[in-house]
C-alpha cells in the first residue's frame, strides 16, 4: 500500500523517459504544478508538438547522466528491461521513481485526479483497476466543475477573515463548518457582510 500524499513540485527537476501517448499524458498532468520538465527519447508523437515551448526535449536514447540531477523520474518506455535499469539506479541514487507499466518497481504512483485552482481530487485502485479510476474521475469532474475554483479562492478568503475577526473560538468553527455549505453567490454574499463586520 503506498501513503497518499502531496508533494511541492514547483520548480523541481522531473525527467519523463519515453515519447509516447502515456508519456505525453503524464508530462501534460505535471505542468499542471509548475516544475521543470525534461522528456527523453529518440521519438515522440506527434502530441509533443504542442507543448514543445514548455518543456525541455531531448531526442535521444536513455542514459543515466540524463537523470541524475533529477527529483523525480517517469519510467514510460515500451522496454521492460530499460525500465527496470532506470528504477535501479533511482533507487541506487534516492531519486523518485514511477514505472508506469510495473507498480512494484515504482516508489511512486500517479492517481487519476482532477484539479480546479487549489481544489485537487484524486482516486486510485493501486493499478488493480485503472478504468474504475477513469469512471470516478469523470464523476468527479461533473460535480465539481470549473466554478470550484473560484468556490475554493472564497473559502480561504472567508476563513482568513474569519481567525482575524473572530475571537471565540467555538463561533469560528461553527462559521466554518456553516459556509461550505453555502453555493458561491450565497458565499459572496457572506464574505461582504464579514469584510465589513467587526464582531469579536
Not at 521543470?36 to 527519447?41: A, F, G, N
Request: contains cysteine; glycine residues 4%; negative net charge.
Amino acid at each position: 500500500m503506498f501513503y497518499p500524499m502531496m508533494i511541492n513540485l514547483k520548480n523541481k527537476k522531473v525527467t519523463v523517459i519515453g515519447g509516447g501517448k502515456v508519456a505525453f499524458r503524464k508530462v501534460k498532468k505535471f505542468l499542471e504544478f509548475d516544475c521543470d520538465i525534461k522528456v527523453v527519447s529518440p521519438l515522440y508523437v506527434d502530441k509533443f508538438e504542442s507543448l514543445k515551448d514548455k518543456i525541455t526535449i531531448i531526442e535521444d536514447e536513455y542514459k543515466k547522466e540524463y537523470i541524475k540531477d533529477s527529483f523525480l523520474v517517469v519510467a514510460s518506455t515500451s522496454n521492460k528491461e530499460l525500465n527496470e535499469d532506470i528504477a535501479i539506479y533511482c533507487r541506487e541514487n534516492n531519486i523518485l521513481c514511477n514505472v508506469v507499466d510495473d507498480i512494484n518497481l515504482s516508489d511512486f504512483i500517479v492517481p487519476s485526479s482532477i484539479k480546479r485552482g487549489d481544489l485537487v481530487i484524486s482516486v486510485s485502485t493501486m493499478g488493480k483497476s485503472p478504468s474504475l479510476s477513469s469512471k470516478i474521475r469523470k464523476e468527479l469532474e461533473e460535480k465539481y466543475d470549473e466554478e470550484y475554483e473560484e468556490y475554493v479562492n472564497i473559502l480561504g478568503e472567508m476563513r482568513a477573515l474569519v481567525l482575524k475577526k473572530c475571537n471565540d473560538e467555538s463561533e469560528k468553527k461553527k462559521i466554518l463548518n456553516e459556509i461550505v455549505n453555502l453555493n458561491i453567490e450565497e458565499l459572496k454574499k457572506r464574505r461582504y457582510e464579514y469584510e465589513n463586520s467587526s464582531w469579536n
